[in-house]
């Protein structure tokens, strides 16, 4: 599904991702560990498109397709969802209306029917339940006076009523108790399905104990210096990164990836 | 401190202004005496003191000359007739439920006015001409308030050559349920000069009732409206106070609210502005008795072309008054938007509790805004705040937009409808509401957010169809 491809990418002219490979396939989940500063969020935010980010090298192949040349809106359109480290506030413009804007706007560009408001409530209801949030929020601006939790499965909402097929979780787990982590962690199992793959980048195992990925991937110094199963994680939390990125060490070879 | 003896207004009168300036106020025989001599003190005090130019500190930002070429008054005496290009249906629709007055270049249109079934009790609502007729102790009392000076011109203007309007009055304790609704036309008509609607609202203690003005013009021809509504509430009164204006984009709309507050009354008033050239809403209120609670708020849309100013007095001139601003500006193309907002506390109005807040949006590199929130405090133990910001949009909330699937301009569109909705929450949730958001978005407010690029506005199903939204 995804193909990330000796990455250069940079930030105010300082190069953060230094050649940056990845391979995700269909229905897989990939952790993406490493300490801070590493680049985690600039992989996000690159396959996202967010605007200062600058790809200064390398490709990201999304279904065959170039990710790189394709605006914000249009990844998304072809089902790429980012969930964003610090959600944005958006005074005015309730929660229930963006989602819906949102939807509609995926659903226009893929030449579906706009989904009315009833269906979109009832849609929505059933979503918010699964993360377990209030539907007060929903009537509340977008995050505005939104806790950290909140905001958090504002995102996981998003992304169950968006229904991504290849889902960018970055560090959505941060900050959150045992019970917020559970709910995101339930909304992003409840997408798994042959067709769908995530991205989950995260500082913690806790998140990955719920989520049991299909490969874990370290990334220091803007590469990924290392992949292996679930249990590099477990390992990781026992050493630190501290063993994975000495001196002269070889990123070891990402896996194949399922074939489309 | 009584309407009537009110001390010297705290905006400077004009004074070096260009070229003597002759005002017709021709004696009019049917009207009393006393407003015979009001006319011609205020079209003497025009004579006197010209015309503002921006060297008048309050018109630093707005130009009238255009307006000037307009003649300045229709002659005092002359049919409706002249307006039948204009029907019902070009009027807002659905009415509000209550009375409705047209009022056409400055003329009450019978033909177009209804009362909305019975009137409220206590209520009474009558043409401006018919009640100059007859000797009204209360529109004497409004001629009054300005006996020690005006402003500026236009308002003595008014004073001076207002032909028609509306005199509403609520009997003590009167409770209006359906909003009273005054729809002010302007259309093209031969000899049509500037036109001086004024309403007079005269509240009895504990009246309440709900007032709604629009404006509105035709498309073409330049048209002057310089409208005055002078509100006076009684002890207790409450007015919910609306103002629509939707004025054609070649027309001058100057309009003016001027209120005095007694003991515990309120006033709450809106002002959505999104037409004409120029449109200047000049709001002037009293807080003249202990307990009185006034609420302002306002949005301008001001797009390519157009200018829009807000001037706004609050005088705290009694103990333990509430004062509430919020007025919001969106500004793209190379249009221009003014908040001029000035708080004055007299001496001894200790308590007051004065709040302004003015925040602007500027949707392109042309767009300009001026914003001056003042306060001038004289009295003790007072809690004034105010503050004022201009900004663009949220590049964060973009992004997190797009990323959504939103196109840009459509992102665009509702970062700005998320700005505007603060103020237009504040028109309740009814049929006023509802004449608000369209108004809104006849001027464009969804596709507001498209003029990133300097572009014109353009209307929200073209922001939506542009592809990719770059």
Request: hydrophobic fraction near 40%; charged fraction near 20%.
């Amino acid at each position: 599904m995804l193909v990330v491809d000796d990455l250069h990418a940079s930030i105010g002219g300082t190069e953060i991702l230094h050649g940056l490979s990845l391979e995700i396939g269909d229905g897989e989940i990939h952790a993406v560990m490493g300490p801070n500063g590493s680049g985690k969020s600039t992989l996000a935010h690159v396959l996202a498109g967010r605007d200062p980010y600058q790809v200064t090298a390398g490709r990201v192949l999304y279904d065959g397709a170039d990710l790189l040349a394709m605006t914000p809106e249009e990844r998304a359109a072809a089902g790429v969802f980012l969930g964003f480290q610090h959600p944005v506030e958006i005074p005015g413009v309730p929660t229930m209306y963006f989602l819906r804007t949102a939807l509609n706007a995926l659903r226009r560009a893929r030449h579906h029917e706009e989904l009315g408001p009833v269906e979109f409530l009832a849609l929505v209801d059933a979503k918010r339940r699964l993360v377990d949030m209030d539907r007060s929020l929903l009537d509340r601006a977008v995050n505005d006076g939104f806790s950290g939790g909140e905001r958090k499965r504002n995102e996981i909402l998003q992304m169950l009523v968006l229904e991504p097929r290849l889902a960018v979780l970055d560090e959505t787990d941060s900050g959150l108790d045992i019970d917020a982590l559970r709910v995101v962690a339930a909304g992003v199992r409840s997408l798994r399905a042959p067709h769908r793959s995530a991205v989950v980048i995260t500082h913690h195992r806790r998140l990955l104990d719920h989520l049991v990925p299909d490969q874990v991937h370290v990334l220091a110094g803007g590469r990924i210096v290392r992949s292996g199963g679930a249990d590099l994680a477990a390992e990781l939390e026992a050493h630190g990164y501290a063993g994975v990125h000495e001196p002269g060490a070889e990123p070891h070879p990402v896996s194949t990836a399922t074939a489309r | 401190m009584t309407a009537t003896s009110r001390s010297v207004p705290a905006r400077t009168p004009p004074s070096g202004t260009a070229g003597a300036v002759a005002v017709d106020a021709p004696d009019r025989p049917w009207e009393p005496r006393w407003l015979n001599v009001a006319r011609r003190r205020a079209a003497a005090w025009v004579e006197a003191h010209g015309f503002p130019t921006v060297k008048h500190e309050d018109w630093r930002y707005t130009k009238i000359d255009a307006a000037l070429a307009v003649p300045l008054a229709a002659p005092p005496q002359g049919a409706v007739g002249d307006v039948d290009t204009l029907a019902l249906a070009d009027l807002p629709t659905p009415p509000l439920g209550g009375v409705r007055v047209v009022v056409v270049n400055g003329r009450v249109a019978a033909g177009l006015s209804s009362t909305g079934g019975a009137l409220a009790p206590g209520m009474r609502v009558e043409p401006l001409a018919d009640a100059l007729h007859k000797s009204q102790g209360s529109l004497e009392q409004a001629w009054g308030w300005h006996a020690d000076g005006y402003a500026h011109a236009l308002r003595a203007l008014n004073d001076a050559a207002t032909l028609d309007g509306v005199l509403i009055e609520l009997a003590a304790g009167a409770l209006v349920e359906d909003p009273i609704e005054i729809v002010y036309a302007s259309v093209p008509a031969p000899g049509a000069g500037w036109s001086h609607p004024r309403v007079v609202v005269v509240a009895g203690a504990g009246a309440r009732a709900t007032l709604v003005e629009t404006y509105l013009s035709g498309p073409s021809g330049s048209s002057v409206t310089n409208a005055v509504t002078q509100v006076h509430l009684g002890q207790g009164a409450e007015l919910e106070h609306c103002v629509l204006q939707g004025a054609g984009m070649d027309s001058f709309c100057f309009s003016s609210l001027e209120a005095r507050l007694a003991r515990g009354s309120r006033l709450s008033s809106r002002l959505l502005a999104t037409g004409g050239r120029v449109g200047r809403h000049e709001v002037d209120v009293v807080l003249a008795d202990e307990g009185a609670e006034l609420s302002l708020d306002g949005l301008f849309l001001t797009g390519a072309g157009q200018h829009h100013d807000n001037p706004v007095l609050v005088d705290h001139a009694a103990p333990s008054c509430t004062s509430r601003q919020l007025y919001k500006g969106v500004v793209s193309g190379d249009g221009h938007g003014v908040f001029n907002g000035h708080i004055v506390v007299r001496p001894g109005a200790d308590g007051t509790d004065a709040a302004q807040v003015n925040k602007n949006l500027l949707l392109s590199d042309r767009a300009e805004v001026d914003t001056r929130p003042r306060l001038e405090i004289n009295a003790d133990e007072v809690a004034c705040s105010h503050g004022a910001a201009v900004g663009q949009l949220d590049p964060d909330a973009l992004f997190y937009l797009r990323s959504r699937g939103v196109s840009e301009g459509e992102a665009r569109a509702v970062l700005v409808s998320g700005f505007a909705r603060e103020v237009l929450d504040r028109f309740g949730r009814g049929s006023i509401r509802g004449r608000a958001e369209e108004l809104a978005m006849a001027a464009g407010l969804l596709a507001l957010g498209e003029d990133g690029h300097g572009d014109d506005a353009v209307t929200a199903g073209l922001a939506r169809a542009r592809p990719g939204g770059r």
